[in-house]
């Protein structure tokens, strides 16, 4: 009886103690964290570019933070390595959705690891944040697709390119689903425009091996090269071209994929000159943008830079948290519609998520390389560009055969597993 008693008296003393630090962490304000997931790689042959997209994502949760949260709730971030390795991320993305319960993941570079996950988030009915350009020809009710979609970036520069570099055009990419598809919209648009493509060459994922692709560019005399390679094999083309003595100044790139955050790993002297399209570059003018470079810098060290996908990653957080504080709560499903209402002035300009596609409009602009690591924008289209990821030059059921096809062709997966092709 008396041991009964015992038992049951520290049972409620627990019950006690339990409420008493309840109260005392609603009365000072203290609630439970708010846990995310962020998922890019920082080994392998894409940590050149992810990484630094995990610093602006971090600062931009560290502002929140130091803000007094969100409603109170400070966001406690869980950071994964990806390792470039596309199963890995999808089992990585399973584990934060059902082991560490987050209520969003913010992740993803390239197509091939976004087209992984995506039936994960989607069978578990979760939410990935994806702040890359990309190819277009999706769209999913559990992504919310912060990079550019085709109108936003690469078919803007194909008309560009076409009005003041020249009509003949060389395109080059890594063996996946985005420089595929990316080429063969381009292809699409060339034509309709009365250009040329003389030449298309791919390499895989991690290839350092230019093999015959630069003579073939030397011998088709390309106006302009049209450059969708990822990761470090930018190192190697950009190398073998100036080995080629192959020149801005005699056939510019315009690249999809190479910003300022990869431009001191290549050798900025091999790319003067050259251009690149993005919605976002450190330079441009705004109090806006100098007071977010100022801060990243601060952060992370006066030699850091700025680039498009930090930008997007960093904008997306605020995307997200205004979500939450408007809704309430964390909670995925109702944070998936919510924040479809949002607009945040990022550096880059307004930004607008759009409820019918589940993208965002964006202002696109094409910028050329200087010296510095920096770029000069030459071009942008003024104000933010409504987004389209399925363009014109097929329907949507054609677009989504053709992806089927190459997917099926390499073995049921997003990117070339073998012998590179060209």
């Not at 560019?217 to 302009?224: L, Y």
């Amino acid at each position: 009886m008396a041991r009964r008693f015992l038992i049951r008296a520290s049972i409620l003393g627990l019950v006690v103690l339990s409420l008493g630090l309840l109260a005392i962490a609603v009365i000072s304000g203290q609630q439970e964290p708010i846990k995310v997931g962020i998922l890019h790689s920082f080994s392998g042959t894409m940590a050149i570019s992810e990484s630094a997209v995990v610093d602006a994502t971090l600062l931009a949760i560290e502002e929140i933070n130091a803000a007094g949260g969100i409603n109170g709730q400070r966001i406690d971030p869980i950071v994964v390595d990806g390792r470039s390795d596309w199963a890995y991320f999808a089992s990585e993305a399973e584990r934060l959705i059902t082991q560490e319960k987050v209520s969003v993941i913010f992740g993803c570079w390239t197509s091939a690891c976004r087209k992984t996950v995506r039936p994960v988030v989607e069978r578990l009915n979760h939410l990935l944040i994806y702040p890359v350009q990309y190819e277009g020809l999706e769209q999913s009710p559990n992504i919310l697709y912060t990079g550019a979609a085709p109108n936003q970036q690469i078919i803007p520069a194909v008309k560009w390119s076409l009005d003041n570099l020249g009509k003949r055009f060389f395109l080059i990419g890594s063996d996946y689903v985005f420089p595929r598809t990316a080429n063969a919209i381009i292809r699409e648009q060339v034509t309709a425009l009365n250009g040329e493509v003389v030449g298309e060459a791919y390499i895989l994922l991690g290839s350092q091996d230019m093999g015959s692709i630069i003579e073939d560019i030397a011998a088709a005399q390309p106006d302009v090269i049209l450059n969708t390679i990822n990761g470090d094999s930018n190192i190697a083309f950009f190398a073998a071209l100036r080995a080629a003595g192959i020149s801005p100044s005699d056939i510019p790139t315009v690249s999809f994929s190479i910003a300022e955050s990869e431009l001191p790993t290549l050798n900025i002297q091999n790319l003067v000159g050259d251009y690149a399209s993005w919605n976002y570059f450190q330079s441009i003018p705004g109090e806006a943008n100098a007071s977010f470079v100022a801060r990243f810098q601060a952060r992370y060290g006066a030699d850091r830079v700025t680039s498009d996908p930090l930008e997007t990653a960093y904008l997306s957080v605020y995307l997200w948290a205004q979500a939450v504080g408007r809704s309430g709560t964390a909670d995925t499903e109702i944070i998936r519609e919510t924040i479809l209402d949002q607009n945040f002035r990022a550096p880059s300009g307004i930004v607008y998520s759009d409820p019918l596609t589940r993208h965002t409009w964006k202002t696109v602009r094409i910028g050329q390389i200087r010296a510095d690591g920096q770029f000069d924008v030459v071009w942008d289209s003024g104000n933010p560009i409504r987004p389209d990821p399925y363009p014109i030059y097929r329907t949507q059921a054609e677009w989504e055969q053709f992806l089927t096809d190459l997917y099926t062709g390499w073995g049921n997966a997003w990117a070339n597993p073998g012998d590179e092709t060209s």
